[in-house]
């Protein structure tokens, strides 16, 4: 069915061209146009896509859903039996790949969560079973082959994999075998078929690396330090390491396309920093779920324990923020350009005929979609 599937998944560069011309900021109109009078901007629609190729609705819960960078595609995770023809995985839950502009669905075999696709719906990463234990997945849905992402031993798992837009290089945490060994954060090179250790060996067996987050060219490579809370940035080319949190206590959200911002949670609230220049700006009592390509934009809600609440976009260099949904979440990954993002939500009033009574995956774009998207 994967390698089938696959030619309907693959996007053409020139509807990719259409789409990006066509782009609508989400934040508002230039300021010219305002003043002179002119017309409002596009309202927001939203699509449901957590549903099969002929518009079924999905028959169980689906979230966790991420964008490729370029916004051609969907992955999440999904509980539901019934968004593709294939046989039901035992038990239920699975990731599915959505191309946003045919609508077809494939589920990834074998899957259990924590999805990336790289930007032409090739690659695609999750966490499935190795042979003793749960590891990295990469696979390629043109040939429908599958490798296991991981530099340790048999009996050591991997997880968090962060992929390359061209889904070359894949930075994971590779987990230990033994409690007396630490996690460290590694790069995965699928066209070397290499691995790099990118994170610094930390010296007591309590430090812990993880978190990574990878730029779109696989340059940079963001990480925590678990045992000192703080959050580093490797750059692959130079061979330097420089931190970029402001104390310890700090979580990795994500690390933007071109590596030079991040976004970090703490228990105070949340901010956005550009490394070179160190230009930071904080949300105070926020969380952060995602940061955009260009570091521009990030999605928040409050930092109350609950598992939805209202999702607010913001436009960090002029404050301009917009309201999302009510009762929503996102995870890193979920924006893709200026004009596209992805959220979870078990609100049934987000589009009409959403009757299924189960949260689902919705694609919100600052403006309707036209020409094919």
Do not use: C
């Amino acid at each position: 069915m994967q390698l089938s599937a696959v030619r309907a998944l693959r996007i053409r560069t020139a509807a990719v061209a259409v789409t990006a011309v066509g782009a609508v900021t989400l934040t508002a109109l230039p300021a010219t146009a305002q003043a002179a009078g002119s017309a409002r901007p596009h309202a927001p629609s939203v699509e449901r896509v957590s549903v099969a190729g002929d518009g079924t609705q999905a028959d169980n819960n689906s979230t966790h859903a991420s964008l490729s960078r370029n916004g051609a595609f969907t992955v999440f995770h999904s509980a539901a039996t019934n968004l593709t023809s294939e046989p039901t995985p035992r038990p239920p839950g699975a990731v599915h790949v959505r191309d946003n502009t045919t609508g077809t669905v494939t589920r990834i075999r074998d899957s259990l969560q924590d999805p990336a696709v790289s930007d032409d719906g090739r690659y695609v990463t999750y966490l499935g079973w190795g042979s003793q234990t749960v590891k990295v997945k990469l696979t390629d849905l043109e040939t429908g082959q599958t490798r296991t992402v991981s530099s340790g031993p048999a009996k050591a798992g991997s997880n968090s994999a962060t992929m390359s837009a061209d889904g070359r290089y894949v930075a994971f945490t590779q987990l230990p075998n033994h409690p007396s060994i630490p996690s460290r954060v590694d790069v995965y090179d699928r066209v070397t078929d290499t691995y790099e250790t990118v994170s610094e060996g930390p010296p007591v067996s309590t430090r812990d690396m993880q978190e990574p987050s990878i730029s779109a060219d696989g340059r940079y490579v963001a990480y925590r330090d678990a045992g000192t809370g703080e959050v580093w940035r490797y750059d692959r080319d130079q061979h330097t390491r420089v931190r970029v949190d402001d104390s310890g206590s700090s979580e990795l959200v994500q690390l933007s396309g071109n590596g030079r911002t991040v976004a970090i949670n703490t228990t105070d609230g949340a901010y956005v920093r550009d490394v070179p220049n160190g230009a930071t700006t904080r949300l105070p009592g926020k969380r952060i779920d995602a940061l955009s390509q260009n570091g521009h934009q990030v999605l928040y809600q409050s930092n109350d324990p609950v598992a939805y609440s209202a999702l607010r976009l913001r436009h960090v260099p002029s404050g301009r923020e917009t309201d999302v949904h009510g009762a929503a979440r996102a995870v890193p990954g979920a924006i893709a350009g200026e004009d596209r993002l992805v959220f979870d939500s078990p609100d049934a009033g987000i589009v009409p005929g959403d009757t299924n009574g189960k949260a689902d995956i919705f694609l919100w774009w600052a403006h309707a979609p036209q020409n094919g998207r």
